[in-house]
């Protein structure tokens, strides 16, 4: 959403935070260690003054404020911004906000293990609820080599803590992101997290070449027929109920859609349809992220 803040780019948000306004009470990721990820590389983090949000949140204009009805709290982890002047924002984005419905932020592991259920359930009854949230990989040894810091086990306790206190969470995992070694290990446990978990929302991604060269030079990378069978078999593992499975980022070789377990054969059946077609195309098939986009 347009909007009148002197922003530190680069900005990121998440595709369905497209018309949010963004208010970036932090710069950067608090982690910034993942090996794969080239996203705030060119930033160090920190936590804005309060008084520089509060000045922003005062300076949109009147005509502006009853059109806003979604914030998007950047950058990479919002969720890490002190716990009482987290409120005290909720609490002026509302009051300056009528029409606001939702405000949503990224989450890290670092930033949910630091919050209580009863200060998530304090951020959650003023609006902030939802937080999305890069488990990348259900496998340890996975998680291990992209740099996460944690492991599945304590991200699912993580994540478990938010749902309770009612938030919804929105899930992303890499394809690819395990290399060929460990493709069918990376896909089985981030079924079984998924799972184990039912998040509202569950995207994919795929791994690609930007800012992360030295992670390629750590795995054996998938090609493209390889990244789609890896799909299918995480959509074939995948149990949650009540999950939306979105697969409609810009690194993703193949669009899916919908509720699990209701469109679940679906789901799977146009996975199938989707690599038996990529097969009749062997030199696309064979081609990996080197011959691909460098977005990511
Ligand atoms: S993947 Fe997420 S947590 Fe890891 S460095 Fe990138 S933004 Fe930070």
Redesign the pocket.
Known sequence: MNCFFPYDEPV?RPPAEADSLILQATIG??????R?????KTKRFRIRPFWELLAEVESIPASFRNLVRRVFIGD??GLIYPQGELVRLLDSLAAALPGLTRVAA?A??KSLAAKSRQELEQLRDRKLRLLYF?L?SGDGETLRL????FTAGEMLGHCQKAQQAAMKLSVTAVLGLAGKARSVEHAEATAAWISALSPRYFSLLTLMRGGNDGYFSLIEPLTNGAILGEALHMVRRLEPRGTILRSDHVSNLLFLSGTYPKDRHRIIAQAEAALQEAARHPRWFRETADDRSEFY
């Open positions: 990121f990721c608090s982690h910034n260690l993942c794969f990820c080239g996203m705030y990479g982890d990224y890290s592991p890069g990348e992209a740099g996460k810091g």
